[in-house]
């Protein structure tokens, strides 16, 4: 089955220091999306990558779906206190809609 | 406010006694979800629902049953049968299932088995 994997598993920077967690999965997606929870909290979606080498940017963070449309990576630049939490990309294959495993960022300050 | 409403929000059940959760969501979605979710680990999708009285079983179905009666509710009981059912739990919804939807989720339940 679809599996989608990221990585690295877990991050502690400090802050002002850019921050990258990568996704990849098996099969090729329709498009992915991306989510943060916050420690204690419930995922919340950040943002959705539809096209083919498509790249969004929020402020500090920037999405990217590769070519192929298997993997994707989200890069925090100048990580702040307020960043920390863990971040699931989530891939849609045939039909379902696949967390991947998440990335947990620690920022000391 | 509109939103996805689960609860308890903490809950401790005994070994071999079932216990519901409830998921009521005010969103006026078509689709809802249940997940688990694991200290450290990702979601697992348990079940979901693309519609009133159907749903289907997800990755991790096996333990768990749901109901679908009324478009905004969507309760999951765990039963005894699930062997290790302490985790976290998350209810979600979307518009409906299917690419390029959102999927919002609720403030999450916490089940302890003592």
């Known amino acids: 089955g679809q599996q989608v994997m990221q990585i690295p598993q877990y991050q502690h920077v400090q802050e002002g220091e850019d921050f990258t967690t990568y996704c990849n999965s098996s099969?090729?997606?329709?498009?992915i999306q991306w989510y943060k929870q916050r420690p204690g909290g419930h995922p919340v979606f950040l943002i959705q990558l539809v096209k083919s080498g498509e790249v969004k940017k929020q402020k500090r963070l920037t999405f990217q779906f590769g070519e192929a449309k298997k993997n994707s990576s989200l890069h925090i630049t100048a990580t702040q206190t307020t960043d920390v939490g863990t971040y699931f990309c989530?891939?849609?294959?045939?039909?379902?809609?696949?967390f991947g495993t998440g990335t947990r960022l620690l920022v000391s300050p | 406010d509109g939103g996805i409403t689960q609860s308890p929000k903490y809950l401790f059940r005994k070994e071999g006694q079932n216990v519901t959760l409830s998921c009521e969501q005010n969103?006026?979605?078509?689709?809802m979800y249940w997940y688990r979710q694991d200290p450290g680990q990702g979601l697992r999708l348990i079940y979901y629902?693309?519609?009133?009285?159907?749903?289907q079983k997800g990755d991790i179905a096996e333990g768990y049953s749901v109901s679908r009666e009324k478009k905004e509710s969507f309760p999951l009981t765990v039963t005894s049968a699930q062997k290790n059912p302490t985790a976290f739990y998350l209810c979600?919804?979307?518009?409906?299932?299917?690419?390029?939807?959102?999927?919002?989720f609720g403030e999450g339940s916490w089940l302890t088995v003592v």
């Open positions: 989530a891939g849609r294959g045939f039909q379902k809609l696949v």
């Open positions: 099969t090729t997606l329709s498009n």
């Open positions: 969103l006026n979605h078509d689709a």
């Open positions: 979600a919804s979307s518009i409906r299932q299917g690419a390029g939807n959102t999927i919002y």
């Open positions: 629902s693309q519609i009133v009285n159907d749903f």
